[in-house]
Nanobody
């Protein structure tokens, strides 16, 4: 079983920055595609960014140029650096670990961390 623990959320003013971290308790972390998703009140959970085992990154259009996803396989940790934050970035941010084994997709989720962008 994979456990994901997010940290780094909080309250920040518009234009500010935050760095989210997600620590994974798994022995084969480097094989997982890691991602960040977010869910605002009354809305569905949406993709923010993903990074594959090979380091390929993918971003939602709304965060391109402002957010950066990275991973440290030695620490079993994935990060999301968020710059130039906007009020519309306010949401609960969830860490995701995904792996496909023999045609089956396995998804694991963290408990979420609140990010609030407000003056």
């Amino acid at each position: 079983q994979v456990q994901l623990v997010e940290s780094g959320g909080g309250l920040v003013q518009p234009g500010g920055s935050l760095r989210l971290s997600c620590a994974a308790s798994v022995s084969s972390f480097s094989f997982y595609t890691m991602g960040w998703y977010r869910q605002a009140p009354g809305k569905q959970r949406d993709l923010v960014a993903t990074i594959t085992s090979g380091g390929t990154r993918n971003y939602a259009d709304s965060v391109k140029g402002r957010f950066t996803i990275s991973r440290d396989n030695a620490k079993n940790t994935v990060y999301l650096q968020m710059n130039s934050l906007k009020p519309e970035d306010t949401a609960v941010y969830y860490c995701n670990a995904r792996r496909i084994v023999t045609g089956f997709q396995y998804d694991y989720w963290g408990q979420g961390t609140q990010v609030t962008v407000s003056s």
